[in-house]
């Protein structure tokens, strides 16, 4: 109660926090988030207590939270902190009328809720719902579904394509999946009795995801969209193909309660895309690891074991293209940090080598020194949560950018890579500290272009820098860069990792010329190493014709490097073109 401003009402019942999604499903690991439920009957309309909840709630809090951001506008709107080095993502739902406690997947919601406060409310009763149907097909294969669950998300983790708000394979949607395949394998063969191992469950997985027939939805339950029999209708309408709205959804994997939703509706082709091919590639390890057809199975079926590595191991994304993206958001310094740093070090300069007469005066400038500190520092946390605030609104615009890029007409492809870089190099230039940095990856296939051919892509990247720049949170310069860059221009930052490494060629680090990628042609390095050195040393021809031949090989070589050196000299200058 204490919590709450008073104007939002003043009479309360009592406040309800449940835990929903991974934690309650029991799959969370060390960097997840804690979906919290917290549900307050009200009095005041509920569209008001919302509003109300986001612009004051957050400063009545009693705990002590940090890295505070609140999303509003979001689909389901969401607050996040975190607390006690947990990451929290708390929903809001303020209730008139019925005691909202305590809640199953079947209960009926209460009277009169926004579509916001629907999709909250149902976070919850998914979960539950989920439990129940595991439980239903037979209570030991919980065990089997958390570990499969777990397995698929670290997958899905690991080759880029988990995040809900991107597009991409969110938790809901993977738990979706998997309780979707064991009631296509157990569930038709319960009455056998047949055990099925995790191993058995994992490869159905992807068996079962590389051949479906998309946009064919996906249903833990029949399709019934209606409501129960006495219950008023929800805001939001049910998920339906004979809904328009519905119709042209790629990938529609469908919440079980009523009203069920699509919980996938942020994907887009490029998204689907990148999310199947990455499915025919697990099916193929997969096959390969248990041995095809279904060798895996027996006491020792354990997908924790050293064997499945081949398929958790880091990501060979930035080695199949040829072209990328750099979506880089920058801080900047805030107003001159740095400066500020400056100041404090001549003070601390002058203070030690002032008089002991003038130890008043030091006492005095000790004090005014330690309120520009604090001063400071509250600054700076007040830049780091805008700049948190905006660049989690940008993350969840960029599915826009990617469709945006996406010309299948013009040859153009686009595979975005979800995970967040912090501080990686910008095109080649190292971020200093005092300028944080946070960036995403896009890949691009180009088709049907002649080598060599110039792509203007600045016009398709309008939208989203319009909504970048024209954010409330955006401050004084905080700004967007996108950049153009080869495979071999990536920071080295995100090209860790063993799958990267080794399909990379073996070159020197002690010659200057093999910083760059090797191509073969005809046996001639392109960068001006290696290659036919039968020219350098004149073999076992004469001597003239060995100076000759060395002389003409050197005149080649120094031609291709002055030709290196001038296309990297305008690959800089293009790449720092603002777009």
Not at 444 to 454: D, I, Q, T, W
Not at 480 to 503: D, F, N, S, T
Request: aromatic share 8%; proline share 6%.
């Amino acid at each position: 109660k204490s919590s709450v401003p008073h104007h939002v009402s003043t009479v309360f019942k009592p406040t309800y926090l449940h835990v929903f999604g991974s934690t309650l499903l029991s799959v969370q690991s060390p960097t997840s988030d804690i979906d919290v439920l917290l549900i307050i009957p009200l009095d005041p309309i509920p569209e008001l207590s919302l509003q109300s909840f986001f612009s004051t709630f957050p400063s009545h809090l009693p705990i002590p939270v940090e890295d505070v951001i609140c999303l509003p506008s979001a689909h389901t709107p969401v607050m996040k902190f975190q607390f006690q080095e947990f990451d929290i993502d708390l929903v809001f739902v303020g209730c008139v009328g019925s005691d909202p406690s305590p809640i199953s997947s079947s209960s009926p919601l209460p009277s009169y809720l926004p579509a916001s406060s629907v999709r909250a409310m149902n976070g919850l009763k998914n979960t539950l719902y989920i439990l129940e149907s595991i439980e239903s097909i037979n209570p030991g294969m919980l065990r089997t579904f958390r570990t499969v669950l777990r397995s698929v998300k670290l997958w899905a983790a690991q080759e880029g394509i988990y995040g809900n708000s991107q597009g991409m394979l969110g938790g809901i949607n993977c738990a979706i999946l998997v309780a979707f395949v064991i009631q296509q394998v157990v569930g038709e063969n319960n009455s056998a009795r047949k055990k099925f191992s995790e191993e058995d469950i994992f490869e159905m997985f992807f068996k079962i995801m590389s051949v479906w027939k998309w946009p064919n939805p996906i249903f833990l339950n029949p399709a019934v969209n209606k409501q129960s029999t006495g219950q008023p209708p929800p805001s939001p309408q049910c998920w339906s193909l004979n809904n328009p709205r519905d119709r042209f959804q790629i990938m529609p994997i469908i919440t079980p309660v009523v009203p069920r939703m699509n919980s996938a509706f942020n994907v887009g082709p490029p998204q689907l895309r990148r999310i199947l091919e990455e499915v025919k590639r697990g099916k193929k390890l997969v096959g390969d690891i248990v041995g095809n057809e279904g060798g895996g199975n027996g006491p020792d079926g354990d997908i924790t074991k050293n064997r499945w590595f081949k398929l958790f191991r880091p990501t060979a994304f930035f080695v199949r293209f040829a072209h990328y993206l750099q979506i880089c958001f920058e801080r900047g310094n805030g107003g001159g940090s740095r400066n500020r740093n400056g100041n404090g070090t001549e003070i601390d300069n002058n203070a030690a080598a002032s008089d002991d007469n003038d130890n008043d005066n030091d006492k005095d400038k000790d004090k005014d020194k330690d309120k520009d500190k604090d001063k400071d520092k509250d600054e700076d946390n007040a830049d780091a949560s805008a700049f948190r605030t905006w660049v989690a609104f940008c993350e969840s615009k960029l599915r826009l950018l990617v469709l945006g890029l996406e010309r299948p007409e013009q040859g153009i492809e686009v595979f975005p890579y979800v995970k967040l870089f912090e501080n990686c190099e910008v095109g080649g230039e190292t971020v200093v500290t005092s300028a944080a940095s946070s960036s995403y990856f896009l890949g691009l296939r180009l088709k049907n272009r002649s080598l060599g051919e110039n792509i203007d892509l600045t016009s398709f990247f309008e939208e989203f820098l319009y909504l970048a720049n024209t954010h409330t949170h955006k401050r004084e310069g905080m700004r967007v860069r996108i950049l153009g860059l080869r495979q071999e221009q990536l920071p080295a930052g995100v090209r860790g990792g063993g799958r990267i490494e080794a399909k990379r060629k073996e070159v020197s680090q002690n010659d200057e010329f093999n910083s760059n990628k090797k191509r073969d042609n005809g046996g001639e390095a392109r960068d001006g190493v290696g290659g036919d050195s039968s020219g350098g040393t004149g073999g076992s021809g004469s001597g003239a014709t060995g100076s000759k031949s060395g002389n003409r090989h050197k005149k080649r070589r120094k031609q291709r490097n002055k030709d290196r050196n001038n296309k990297q000299q305008q690959d800089k200058t293009v790449r720092k073109m603002p777009l």
